[in-house]
């Protein structure tokens, strides 16, 4: 292309090419700032090693702990690495300084990596007194052993207390929540006492509840707090007295609210038109309650059920506060007379070994119950 007399084109280019020719200047300076960033960052990890390694053979080093800023300063490294790359790439920069963005984005990820080492093994190292102190509290295999039969004896009765507390609250849920969906005005009074019900013992605290059942109920005359008054016998080597009789009875005012409700939410996902058609065919009310709507409903609350188990498993240590024998309290009678918490985490341990296999179940049952949806949809 020629050019004219007055020069036009020439005064174009010229700040074109000056334009283009600074920006990869600027690009190449900024490529060369996060490598030697990254370096650095690189460099100050290893000589904060080096440094503890002497600190670890006898010398006196104060300051070594001041290297653990290699992780923030790693992670700027990695930002300003990242933003020099995207730079470098979009205007499709030399490949030197491409190569050059790239290799500082790498040591940056590998600064990262070696502080994070760094900092974790010098927190163990600086604190590896505490940890010893810690692992003889809780950890503690003498103290876990010895008490481990009398903890295991405790948590039988944690055991029966769920499996009877498990079968009332099934049965009594099931009578409030069909309280609640019976029909009519001549029912009001029963619906309003079964939101009343599951109002007040979703909101009470649990241990509130039991404290007020185990310990209210025998001040009463109640008739029936009166004739298990002098209950005392043992099954399995489990005694069955009126502490057991009224943890259960606690536990299944508590669980059974929130269990009516998942079986309320149950009954309400199952449609309408199964209702309707089974009046259709001539069934009354409670034969379409029983035999329609309530077995749909029962199988999609099983994954929610299962839930309100776990933690009515957990709460059975609740009863600790009524004086039961049970593992919590056993666990924590030696505990205190021995000044170790090993005995505490021997019964956690128990409790694990029945609620995270419940738990894979849940997890199970919820997965079977997706894929199910999906193959009908």
């Known amino acids: 292309m ?22 990869s200047n600027q690009d190449r300076a900024r490529s060369l700032r996060a490598h030697g960033l990254s370096i650095s960052v690189v460099a100050l990890v290893v000589l904060g090693t080096i440094f503890s390694i002497f600190a670890a053979l006898g010398s006196e080093f104060n300051f070594i702990g001041w290297f653990c800023l290699a992780l923030p300063l790693g992670m700027l490294a990695l930002i300003y690495a990242r933003r020099a790359e995207e730079r470098v790439v979009d205007v499709d920069g030399p490949a030197a300084d491409e190569q050059r963005s790239r290799q500082a984005r790498r040591l940056a990820v590998t600064g990262i990596t070696l502080a994070s080492i760094y900092t974790f093994v010098l927190l163990v190292w ?8 810690v692992a003889n509290t809780f950890f503690s295999w003498e103290n876990i052993s010895s008490s481990f039969p009398l ?41 309003w006492l079964a939101i009343i019900y599951v109002d007040v013992f979703r909101g009470l605290p649990a241990i509130v509840t039991i404290y007020l059942v185990v310990f209210g109920l025998p001040l009463t005359d109640l008739p029936i707090i009166s004739d298990i008054e002098n209950v ?14 009224l943890g259960v009875i606690a536990l ?32 009354s009310e409670g034969q379409t309650l ?10 999609r609350v099983i994954p929610p059920l299962m839930n309100d188990f776990i933690g009515l498993q957990k709460d059975t240590a609740l009863l600790n506060v009524a004086g039961v024998l049970e593992g919590f309290n056993v666990a924590r009678i030696y505990a205190g007379n021995n000044f170790n918490l090993s005995s505490v ?22 997965k079977r119950d997706q894929n199910r949806m999906q193959a009908n949809s």
């Open 345 to 366: 985490m021997g019964l956690g341990i128990c409790f694990l070994v029945i609620t995270i296999p419940m738990t894979r179940l849940t997890d199970y049952l919820v």
């Open 252 to 283: 299944t005012l508590v669980y059974g609210a929130y269990v009516a409700e998942v079986y309320r939410s149950g009954i309400e996902s199952v449609h309408w038109s199964q209702s309707a058609a089974a009046r259709g065919l001539g069934l």
């Open 151 to 191: 903890v295991l004896e405790g948590f039988k009765l944690n055991i029966a207390v769920f499996i009877v507390a498990e079968f009332c609250v099934l049965i009594w849920a099931l009578v409030i929540v069909v309280m609640r969906q019976l029909p009519g005005r001549a029912a009001a009074p029963l619906r």
């Open 126 to 133: 600086s604190s590896w007194s505490g940890f010893v102190d």
């Open 232 to 245: 005392n016998f043992v099954v399995w080597g489990i005694q069955i007295d009126q502490l057991f009789i």
């Open 2 to 23: 020629t050019t004219g007399v007055d020069g036009g084109p020439g005064r174009e280019a010229g700040p074109l090419n000056h334009g283009i020719k600074e920006r």
């Open 290 to 299: 029983r035999h329609v709507v309530m077995p749909q409903a029962v199988r």
